[in-house]
């Protein structure tokens, strides 16, 4: 129900925006949902990269602060990452979440590759 598009290869210090649709959730429900995006490098476990509340709070990881903004449009039903001054730290692959009520939905996952 989630899809997430955007990913691909850059190099570092490069910028990179994903982006993650939900287009079949009827857009009153879309707008009480909370959105996240959480990354996967391997080997490691999955973990929160930045978070956007219904009301628009957005919440970030330390190690992306500053770097990364997540950004909301509710009439498209969509959140986006917008991701400049990658490292090679920030591979992985990226995964959309929505979160409502007892409801969690994942993305299928997008990969993002920054070289050295």
């Known amino acids: 129900q989630l899809q997430a598009f955007g990913g691909g290869l850059v190099q570092a210090g490069g910028s990179l925006r994903v982006s993650c649709k939900e287009p079949?959730?009827?857009?009153?429900?879309?707008?009480?949902?909370?959105m996240g995006w959480y990354r996967q490098a391997p080997g490691k476990q999955r973990e929160l990269v930045a978070a956007i509340t219904a009301s628009g709070s957005t919440n970030y990881a330390d190690s992306v602060k500053g770097r990364f903004t997540i950004s909301r449009d509710n009439a498209k039903k969509a959140v986006s990452l917008q991701m400049s001054g990658l490292k090679p730290d920030d591979t992985a692959v990226y995964y959309c979440n929505a979160k409502r009520g007892t409801i969690t939905l994942w993305g299928q996952g997008t990969l993002v590759t920054v070289s050295s």
């Open positions: 079949r959730v009827i857009l009153s429900v879309f707008r009480d949902t909370d």
